[in-house]
């Protein structure tokens, strides 16, 4: 059973930046595919990023491209996601998910595993 664990969310104006983390423990680390989601308020839980078991594939989605960098440490089983230039519309709740794969999407069914989440607010 894998258990993920966020951290790292929080408030900040828009233009700042914040790091999100990920710890994972309970699997072998470098076999997962990890990923990044976010549910704001009355919307759907959307893929902001993933990145692939080895690091060398990630993919985001359009509208954080150049502004958010996914990484991940398979020293420290842990996955990051870099948040720079925020804006408004980047606040939500922020989920770090696994799935037994080399490669992962934006498919929610994908990922068997989540985290509990982290609040990310963005004020203009």
């Known amino acids: 059973q894998v258990q993920l664990v966020e951290s790292g969310g929080g408030s900040v104006q828009a233009g700042g930046s914040l790091r999100l983390s990920c710890a994972a423990s309970g699997y072998t680390y470098s076999r997962l595919c990890m990923a990044w989601w976010r549910q704001a308020p009355g919307q759907e839980r959307e893929g902001v990023a993933a990145i692939s078991t080895g690091g060398s594939y990630t993919y985001y989605r359009d509208s954080v491209k150049g502004r958010f960098t996914i990484s991940r440490d398979n020293t420290k089983n842990t996955v990051y996601l870099q948040m720079n230039s925020l804006k408004p519309e980047d606040t939500a709740i922020y989920y770090c998910?696994?799935?037994?794969?080399?490669?992962?999407?934006?498919?929610?069914?994908?990922?068997?595993?989540w985290g509990q989440g982290t609040q990310v607010t963005v004020s203009s």
């Open positions: 998910a696994a799935a037994r794969a080399i490669y992962c999407g934006f498919r929610p069914d994908e990922y068997g595993y």
